[in-house]
């Protein structure tokens, strides 16, 4: 205000200061000489706040509709209200259960989610580290497991492994996806890769613990497990399996032959190692 009367330009104060001609004025309809505290940043609190225009009954009531169904929102509240001729609007509903909140006189129950499995101890796979470089192939391999239905009333499970460099895949049936079958998948796959494998990646699945994971680690193999629920981090694998289902299943007309050279079942046990080969018929 001093440079301003100095002056006598309230263009070359703004200017001078870096403020606005609105936040001058302003200041200036603010300002005492004697209190400087007049041109503090002040509140924008509203001067006048709604007040409420429900009764302590109501809210009283509504309290302990909510208490007796702690699940229900403002909607179906309001329904029952109604239903005991008290005229409310459901925003209205909305606004007493907000205070009571604030209040602390409603506390929300816990969330019962869907119980989760208890994560796994693995005592070899670890997730794969950020620094992880992949640059060759068999620096990562990607393996995972699906319902493949060659014909109706049929499922196999078939595990597919790529290379995310080589884009090499390959591919096994079984009747289970379990840890020994896993396992079994394992060594077809370290026989027909035509290059050395340094490291695997698997998802969070049953079949890939246990039996699958010592045989990883017998082998000198880095296993990686992905975090829950995140399949995108497979994706080489997955865009693998999306391709066998679209190019081969469901396009060729398969015929199911068990051949004692790729078959094998223990029946005294009731599993079968080996689902039968899988070849295309005469057309």
Same mark, same amino acid.
């Given at each position: 205000?001093d440079?301003?009367r100095?002056?006598?330009?309230v263009?070359?104060?703004?200017?001078?200061?870096? %403020?606005?001609r609105?936040?001058? @004025?302003?200041?200036? =309809?603010?300002? $005492?000489?004697?209190?400087?505290? !007049?041109?503090? *940043? #002040?509140?924008p609190?509203p001067?006048?706040?709604?007040q409420?225009?429900?009764?302590?009954?109501?809210?009283?009531?509504v309290?302990?509709?909510?208490q007796?169904?702690?699940?229900?929102?403002?909607d179906?509240?309001a329904?029952?209200?109604?239903?005991?001729q008290?005229?409310?609007?459901t925003?209205?509903?909305?606004?007493?259960?907000?205070?009571?909140k604030?209040?602390?006189?409603?506390?929300?129950?816990?969330r019962?989610?869907?119980?989760?499995?208890a994560?796994?101890?693995?005592p070899?796979? %670890?997730?794969k580290?950020?620094q @992880?470089?992949?640059? =060759?192939?068999? $620096?990562l391999?990607?393996?995972? !497991?699906?319902? *493949? #239905?060659?014909?109706?009333?049929?499922?196999?499970?078939?595990?597919?492994?790529r290379?995310?460099?080589?884009?090499?895949?390959?591919?096994?049936?079984?009747t289970?996806?379990?840890?020994?079958?896993?396992?079994?998948?394992?060594e077809?796959?370290?026989?027909?890769?035509?290059?050395?494998?340094r490291?695997?990646?698997?998802?969070?699945?049953s079949?890939?613990?246990?039996?699958?994971?010592?045989?990883c680690q017998q082998?000198g193999?880095?296993?990686f497990?992905?975090?829950?629920?995140?399949?995108k981090l497979?994706?080489?694998?997955?865009?693998?399996?999306?391709t066998?289902?679209?190019?081969?299943?469901?396009? !060729?007309?398969?015929?199911?032959?068990?051949?004692?050279?790729?078959?094998?079942?223990?029946?005294g046990?009731?599993?079968?190692?080996?689902c039968?080969?899988?070849?295309?018929?005469?057309?």
């Open positions: 205000m440079f301003c100095r002056t006598q330009n263009a070359r104060t703004c200017r001078h200061f870096g %403020i606005s609105q936040t001058f @004025y302003r200041w200036q =309809r603010r300002y $005492d000489a004697l209190n400087l505290l !007049t041109l503090e *940043a #002040r509140s609190r001067h006048r706040h709604r409420p225009t429900w009764s302590t009954r109501l809210a009283d009531r309290l302990a509709l909510r007796r169904y702690p699940r229900w929102g403002k179906k509240l329904v029952l209200l109604h239903q005991q008290i005229p409310v609007s925003s209205m509903v909305g606004r007493i259960l907000g205070q009571l604030r209040h602390g006189r409603l506390r929300e129950p816990p019962s989610g869907v119980d989760r499995r994560l796994r101890a693995r070899y796979a %670890i997730r580290p950020k @992880y470089a992949v640059s =060759r192939p068999g $620096d391999v990607q393996v995972d !497991t699906f319902d *493949a #239905r060659p014909l109706p009333g049929i499922i196999f499970k078939q595990f597919t492994a290379d995310v460099v080589s884009r090499w895949d390959v591919i096994q049936a079984h289970r996806a379990t840890a020994s079958t896993a396992a079994q998948f394992l077809t796959l370290l026989h027909r890769m035509p290059f050395p494998i490291a695997l990646q698997v998802d969070g699945g079949e890939f613990a246990a039996d699958f994971e010592q045989a082998c193999l880095r296993l497990v992905l975090p829950p629920r995140s399949p497979n994706g080489a694998v997955e865009r693998a399996q999306r066998h289902t679209e190019e081969f299943y469901q396009v !060729t007309a398969c015929s199911l032959e068990k051949r004692n050279s790729t078959a094998s079942c223990d029946s046990s009731g599993s079968t190692t080996r039968g080969h899988i070849s295309r018929s005469a057309t």
